[in-house]
């Protein structure tokens, strides 16, 4: 896998906008940005007002040029290339991941004229990327920059620690760390915090615990834990506001993809740019 950056191109606003994001990434990471378009015409459109197949080359190329400009002009030192594919849009895209170090697209991109409703890519690359995948809004909210990253302790998956320190380091900025039970799961006997004061100790804890060796990997990097009862997926959205990024996992599967309750809540709802990091 190469430290590459692909981002999905469409000319939709969203895209504008995961297209600033991702060269300002692959700047930060002195990493090449690869622009991809990728459209699939239905073949059972009428032929009458079906555009001839060298007219949407034509256009793809055209914004693929101007993307391009754009991407030069925001950072004159980045390395670009492109790529123009007549295919699925989740499909390119899963398959450019499979040499990527991250793949980045608009939270709404490719709807029109590609038969996705909006948002359809966007879940189905994340459920099934090589690497992770960052999904940004079309306007960002001003905010602190801070990393919010949602843990299980349970099973932390070191990648998504390691994707937010990285991230945070490379922009100065906070981690905010959110561990999230539910408080009838407390007086479960095999829950391992066990209950009440106790259990949140516990809790606090098992969340110092995982997050210790990152501490020592990354002492620039200021930290915040926070194990709290309640909805993880509620307290994530909330902790979201004002950040500049909110990292959840998905567990790779050995066939199909799947995105958890959790994730798939806060794709929706998180107000900044959200990762889904690919875990063991």
Not at 82 to 91: G, I, L, R
Not at 98 to 121: E, I, K, Q, W
């Given at each position: 896998?190469?430290?590459?950056?692909?981002?999905?191109?469409?000319?939709?606003?969203?895209?504008?906008?995961?297209?600033?994001?991702?060269?300002?990434?692959a700047?930060?990471?002195?990493?090449?940005?690869?622009?991809?378009?990728?459209?699939?015409?239905?073949?059972?459109?009428?032929?009458?007002?079906?555009?001839?197949?060298?007219?949407l080359?034509?256009?793809?190329?055209?914004?693929l040029?101007?993307?391009?400009?754009?991407?030069?002009?925001?950072?004159?030192?980045?390395?670009?290339?492109?790529?123009?594919v007549?295919?699925?849009?989740?499909?390119?895209?899963?398959?450019?991941?499979?040499d990527?170090?991250?793949?980045?697209?608009?939270?709404?991109?490719f709807?029109?004229?590609?038969?996705f409703?909006?948002?359809?890519?966007?879940?189905?690359?994340?459920?099934?990327?090589?690497?992770?995948?960052?999904?940004?809004?079309g306007?960002?909210?001003?905010?602190?920059g801070?990393?919010?990253?949602?843990?299980?302790v349970r099973?932390?998956g070191e990648?998504?620690?390691?994707?937010?320190?990285?991230?945070?380091?490379?922009?100065?900025?906070?981690?905010?760390?959110?561990?999230?039970?539910?408080?009838?799961?407390?007086?479960?006997?095999w829950?391992?915090?066990?209950?009440?004061?106790?259990?949140?100790?516990?809790?606090?804890?098992?969340?110092?615990?995982?997050?210790?060796?990152?501490?020592?990997?990354?002492p620039?990097?200021?930290?915040?834990?926070?194990?709290?009862?309640?909805?993880?997926?509620?307290?994530?959205?909330e902790?979201?506001?004002?950040?500049?990024?909110v990292?959840v996992?998905?567990?790779?599967?050995?066939?199909?993809?799947?995105?958890?309750?959790?994730?798939?809540a806060?794709?929706?709802?998180?107000?900044?740019?959200v990762?889904?990091v690919?875990?063991s």
């Amino acid at each position: 896998m190469s430290g590459r950056v692909v981002v999905g191109v469409d000319g939709s606003e969203e895209s504008v906008a995961a297209v600033d994001w991702a060269a300002d990434e692959a700047a930060l990471r002195g990493a090449e940005l690869r622009l991809v378009n990728a459209s699939l015409w239905q073949e059972h459109a009428l032929v009458a007002v079906r555009p001839a197949r060298d007219v949407l080359a034509e256009r793809a190329q055209g914004l693929l040029a101007e993307t391009a400009a754009r991407v030069r002009s925001r950072h004159s030192g980045i390395t670009v290339s492109d790529q123009e594919v007549e295919d699925a849009p989740s499909s390119v895209l899963v398959a450019a991941s499979a040499d990527a170090g991250l793949v980045v697209l608009g939270s709404h991109g490719f709807g029109a004229g590609t038969g996705f409703t909006a948002g359809s890519v966007g879940q189905e690359v994340a459920g099934e990327s090589h690497s992770p995948v960052v999904l940004v809004r079309g306007t960002e909210p001003d905010g602190d920059g801070r990393v919010v990253v949602g843990l299980d302790v349970r099973s932390p998956g070191e990648e998504l620690l390691q994707f937010a320190f990285d991230f945070a380091a490379r922009r100065s900025v906070p981690v905010q760390v959110v561990h999230t039970w539910h408080l009838t799961a407390l007086h479960h006997p095999w829950h391992p915090h066990g209950a009440g004061s106790e259990g949140a100790e516990a809790g606090a804890a098992a969340l110092k615990e995982a997050v210790r060796p990152y501490r020592e990997r990354f002492p620039q990097v200021y930290v915040v834990e926070e194990a709290t009862a309640g909805r993880a997926a509620e307290h994530l959205v909330e902790a979201a506001i004002g950040a500049g990024l909110v990292v959840v996992g998905r567990r790779r599967a050995r066939s199909g993809s799947h995105l958890g309750a959790v994730t798939h809540a806060v794709i929706h709802h998180a107000a900044c740019p959200v990762a889904v990091v690919p875990h063991s």
